[in-house]
T-cell receptor, first 114, second 111 residues
Framework: DADVTQTPRNRITKTGKRIMLECSQTKGHDRMYWYRQDPGLGLRLIYYSFDVKDINKGEISDGYSVSRQAQAKFSLSLESAIPNQTALYFC?????????????FGPGTRLTVL | QKEVEQNSGPLSVPEGAIASLNCTYSDRGSQSFFWYRQYSGKSPELIMFIYSNGDKEDGRFTAQLNKASQYVSLLIRDSQPSDSATYLCADDPGGYQKVTFGIGTKLQVIP
């Protein structure tokens, strides 16, 4: 079974719609992240949470919001989707180890906004 | 703002050759460095981490770190077509600071 799961895996929506992407993990990690990936731009951090009561903006948080419902769940919302939010979205978790802040990624959600 | 720089490629090498992937970083305080491999349409997966100056070897992979020059590299020996992927470099400042990823270098291993 996957340690980090994302739902949905694919979503096509229209401009102006509200969208929620969900992430769940069974790794027991405190830290969770949301990234988007666009061709030529790499992984860009949207929001991150170091524990249930901690939420921080990343480099591209405008147009997005998040909710950390529990240690295991971190949701990303697009309140009013726009076409330039079309991208591949990854959730990740981490916990400090000998390797540092190694991140474990979910399978990704491909979002298309028409 | 912290930066991690990588050449986006593609880097093309023949099968059996050594692939050399390079990364520079701006934050002198960074403590650990990661190399992730990402196949097209898939999620990144960790293949190497390094935190001490010098070389670290794991099978066909060798990570090299030079903190004075702020330079990290990944060598892949005996490259195989299955190594064709994008390789992401990331730096970890430690503590409560977040990891920063480079844009990744696309590697193509030609049979």
């Amino acid at each position: 079974d996957a340690d980090v799961t994302q739902t949905p895996r694919n979503r096509i929506t229209k401009t102006g719609k509200r969208i929620m992407l969900e992430c769940s993990q069974t790794k027991g990690h405190d830290r969770m992240y949301w990234y988007r990936q666009d061709p030529g731009l790499g992984l860009r951090l949207i929001y991150y949470s170091f524990d249930v009561k901690d939420i921080n903006k990343g480099e591209i948080s405008d147009g997005y919001s998040v909710s950390r419902q529990a240690q295991a769940k971190f949701s990303l919302s697009l309140e009013s989707a726009i076409p330039n939010q079309t991208a591949l979205y990854f959730c990740a978790t981490s916990d400090l180890s000998l390797a540092g802040d190694e991140q474990f990624f979910g399978p990704g959600t491909r979002l298309t906004v028409l | 703002q912290k930066e991690v720089e990588q050449n986006s490629g593609p880097l093309s090498v023949p099968e059996g050759a050594i692939a050399s992937l390079n990364c520079t970083y701006s934050d002198r305080g960074s403590q650990s460095f990661f190399w992730y491999r990402q196949y097209s349409g898939k999620s990144p997966e960790l293949i190497m981490f390094i935190y001490s100056n010098g070389d670290k070897e794991d099978g066909r992979f060798t990570a090299q770190l030079n903190k004075a020059s702020q330079y990290v590299s990944l060598l892949i020996r005996d490259s195989q077509p299955s190594d064709s992927a994008t390789y992401l470099c990331a730096d970890d400042p430690g503590g409560y600071q977040k990891v920063t990823f480079g844009i990744g270098t696309k590697l193509q291993v030609i049979p």
